[in-house]
């Protein structure tokens, strides 16, 4: 009762909300009116006085509400992923914090992946366990040893001692339910993802208590509060953002800072079941998270300088390039670059918030921005083709006959059979006569490919209306990518004139 009454209010800017002292303004024979009073989590600043109200004030009618935090969005936000080479060690976590405290951004989003190696070491953890291999505990041993020392090298004081009483709990909780998938021989989905997605809990508490040394306002997010999905294939899950978004205001109206760390790559279901994005789900994350806020930007911070124009493993002149549009870091990655997964840049490229790859080892490299496609981009043949990507290890499966012509359902059903087997189709290509279909798919699936057309084609086979199935083993697929390509003449005569010397020198 010591402490005044308090009345939240915005300020000017809309970004925040102001507290002031209740007494105060009664004192200063402000007009009043109706007054809405909230508490700011019980943190209420204290006056002299130790009267509540004055004998003036005590015949006003006063609501009492609650009153929440304001989320601001937009362009006072800026979000960075940091990858588990960034934070596979002590020293480059304490790196990550200082980038992180040099970002003169408003307001600062960080997404973190587990440290190196871990999330691989909690699905090995999930396959001894119900492959009731005891070794198991000598791993889960490892993870927490390694986590253990990480922390006593980064942290100290209280933010140690309390991350490592997180730590012990989850250790001790995470050895229970492997004990079960051990006795069951058995673990659903979600109790495996719920394993492998501690790994992002302990690097992101490591790196929200490196940030909170320096004396800054950060708090630290378990985004499986927020962030919720739901399947939609094999592999893969959609993000629900209405439900995200009114989850993340009502996080933020309780942990407002002006920093946030919080975890990559796991999330949960709209009945807050644990599950995660899947594999190179940290990217996605941070996507997601910057459509939430409507970020200025989303910086991927990686071990590279950047998207290379090709492979540099493959090709010695590949060069970064600085800028690429959408569309085109799209078609490189759904073609084998290493640029990001594709489903990354769905959720930034409804709001055009541009990603920026960079690396944490080369501070002053400036990366490659991907975006819009960029206005003043030269319309040159050089500037068309903006990098070549490949995919190795693939086989060509052809579905030819004369047969095929005019049919309606045959494409339908010789597809409907590759699905059947789960196999992977990377490309298709159909002849204008309908004679043939020809499509792409991983070496790995082409056997069981192979045998489900026949089965599903015995009859036109044996009839003759198809003439054969065909493979053709050990083929790649290579692309060039680039926006303008389309509307400019003679790429193609360039592309393929190349290919045509190349073949030549190697006498094929």
């Known amino acids: 009762a010591a402490a005044h009454r308090r009345r939240l209010r915005p300020s000017a800017s809309g970004r925040e909300v102001v507290s002031q002292c209740l007494k105060c303004e009664i004192n200063q024979d402000r007009p009043m009116g109706a007054l809405r009073i909230g ?3 019980g943190n209420l600043p204290r006056h002299g006085s130790k009267n509540l109200l004055t004998p003036a004030a005590a015949a006003i009618s006063v609501e009492q509400v609650e009153v929440s935090t304001y ?12 990858g588990g080479t960034c934070m596979g060690t002590p020293q480059r976590i304490q790196n990550v914090a ?7 951004s408003e307001r600062k989003l960080i997404i973190v992946s587990a440290m190196s190696k871990v999330t691989d070491m909690m699905y090995s953890l999930v396959h001894k366990a119900q492959s009731r291999d005891d070794s198991y505990t000598e791993e889960l041993d490892k993870v927490f040893e390694k986590h253990m020392a990480a922390a006593k090298d980064l942290l100290d004081g209280e933010n140690l001692a309390r991350f490592l009483s997180e730590l012990h709990s989850d250790i001790s909780n ?21 394993v492998v997605g501690h790994g992002e809990l302990w690097s992101s ?8 040394k320096s004396g800054a306002s950060c708090s630290w997010m378990d985004t499986r509060e927020v962030l919720v999905v739901k399947p939609s294939g094999p592999d893969m899950v959609d993000p629900d953002y209405e439900e995200s978004e009114k989850r993340l205001e009502k996080w933020f109206s309780r942990q407002p800072a002006e920093i946030i760390v919080a975890t990559g790559f796991i999330a949960s279901t709209a009945e807050n079941i644990p599950t995660t994005l899947k594999r190179d789900g940290s990217d996605f994350s941070a996507a997601i998270i910057g459509s939430l806020v409507r970020a200025r930007q989303v910086t991927i911070w990686t071990d590279v300088d950047g998207v290379f124009s090709a492979d540099p493993r493959k090709v010695s002149e590949a060069v970064i390039l600085s800028t690429l549009s959408y569309q085109e870091a799209w078609e ?64 060509l499966v052809n579905v030819e006959g004369t047969g095929m012509a005019g049919v309606p359902g045959t494409s339908s059903a010789i597809f409907s059979a590759v ?37 599903r084609f015995r009859e ?27 509307s400019t003449p003679g790429v193609s005569a360039i592309l393929f004139d190349a290919l045509a010397k190349v073949l030549t020198v190697l006498g094929w």
């Open 460 to 486: 036109a086979l044996a009839a003759g209306r198809l003439s054969k199935v065909e493979v053709i083993h050990d083929c790649s697929i290579l692309a060039a990518v680039g926006l303008r390509m389309a």
């Open 39 to 41: 508490h700011s989590q």
């Open 419 to 455: 699905k059947e087997v789960g196999a992977n189709v990377i490309m298709i290509s159909q002849a204008s006569s309908e004679h043939s279909i020809c499509f792409a798919v991983p070496e790995k699936e082409v056997a069981a490919v192979s045998a489900a057309l026949h089965v």
């Open 98 to 104: 200082d980038v992180v405290l040099g970002d003169s």
């Open 205 to 212: 508490q490591m790196l929200s208590y490196a940030v909170q």
């Open 332 to 395: 490189m990655s759904y073609f084998g670059a290493n640029v990001l997964h594709p489903r990354t840049i769905i959720p930034v490229m409804k709001d055009n918030i541009p990603i920026v790859i960079r690396n944490m080892f080369n501070l002053s490299a400036p990366g490659t921005v991907i975006c819009k496609q960029p206005a003043n981009e030269d319309a040159d043949l050089d500037a068309c083709v903006k990098s070549f990507a490949t995919i190795d290890k693939l086989a």
């Open 71 to 82: 989320l601001p969005k937009g362009d006072m936000w800026s979000v960075h992923k940091f």
């Open 174 to 194: 995470l050895r229970a339910m492997l004990r079960a998938i051990y006795i069951a021989g058995h673990a659903t989905e979600s109790f495996s993802e719920f």
